[in-house]
């Protein structure tokens, strides 16, 4: 499975951007997460959907701002940001894997394919 990443840019703090992240094909299984990651920094998690129920968890840091969500019409799973912040500067990654467990959702380790990132800059 390949994975397409996009909609990054740059936007005012405050602003919106949607990311979305397209596989190559049709997964129905498993989950799909973004992740962001700055220079010198760990990869870390941002959020996560489970493809089959719809069980979504996003990082405390983005609670209330940022919204996974699946668009099966389009074969996609968007992360919609809302006011941003300076700190919300990164690479945005999506992932996906079939055989995560839950407790494992927040762990890039535990994804097998990833996209090839989109840059999201929030100026102040």
């Known amino acids: 499975v390949q994975l397409q990443a996009s909609g990054g840019g740059l936007v005012q703090a405050g602003g919106s951007l949607r990311l979305s992240c397209v596989p190559s094909k049709r997964p129905n299984i498993g989950y799909v997460g973004w992740f962001r990651q700055t220079p010198g920094k760990e990869r870390e998690f941002v959020a996560t959907?489970?493809?089959?129920?719809?069980?979504?968890d996003h990082a405390g840091s983005v609670k209330g701002r940022f919204t996974i969500s699946r668009d099966r019409a389009k074969n996609a799973v968007n992360l919609q940001m809302n006011s941003l912040k300076p700190e919300d500067t990164a690479i945005y990654y999506c992932?996906?894997?079939?055989?995560?467990?839950?407790?494992?959702?927040?762990?890039?380790?535990?994804?097998?394919?990833w996209g090839q990132g989109t840059l999201v800059t929030v100026s102040s």
């Open positions: 992932a996906h894997d079939e055989r995560l467990i839950w407790s494992s959702r927040a762990t890039p380790n535990a994804y097998d394919y």
């Open positions: 959907i489970k493809l089959n129920g719809g069980s979504t």
